[in-house]
Nanobody, 111 residues
Framework: QVQLVESGGGLVQPGGSLRLSCAAS????????MRWYRQAPGKEREHVAT???????NYSDSVKGRFTISRDNEKKMVFLQMTSLKPGDTAVYYC?????WGQGTQVTVSS
């Protein structure tokens, strides 16, 4: 059974940092690209970052230079390091691969 489980969300002040984690199981993790998406209240779900099988990355313009996606193929995990967080980054963050989504983790940026 393919499963993705996110963790690491929480409440952080503007300018702060958080690291999200996604644990994968049930598929050959190293053979697939991994992605992070987010959905803010009342908005469409949007792509945040992708990491390819070999580690190539791409980011949405809104997070480029502030967020870093990485992966650990041995542990079957993908990470999203978020820095210089803004209130506009508040959203539920989802891990995604193949045709499977995690349950999401809430990130709230507020003073």
């Amino acid at each position: 059974q393919v499963q993705l489980v996110e963790s690491g969300g929480g409440l952080v002040q503007p300018g702060g940092s958080l690291r999200l984690s996604c644990a994968a199981s049930g598929f050959s993790f190293s053979n697939y690209a991994m992605r992070w998406y987010r959905q803010a209240p009342g908005k469409e779900r949007e792509h945040v970052a992708t990491i390819g099988r070999a580690g190539s990355t791409n980011y949405s313009d809104s997070v480029k230079g502030r967020f870093t996606i990485s992966r650990d193929n041995e542990k079957k995990m993908v990470f999203l390091q978020m820095t210089s967080l803004k209130p506009g980054d508040t959203a539920v963050y989802y891990c995604q691969s193949i045709n499977v989504w995690g349950q999401g983790t809430q990130v709230t940026v507020s003073s």
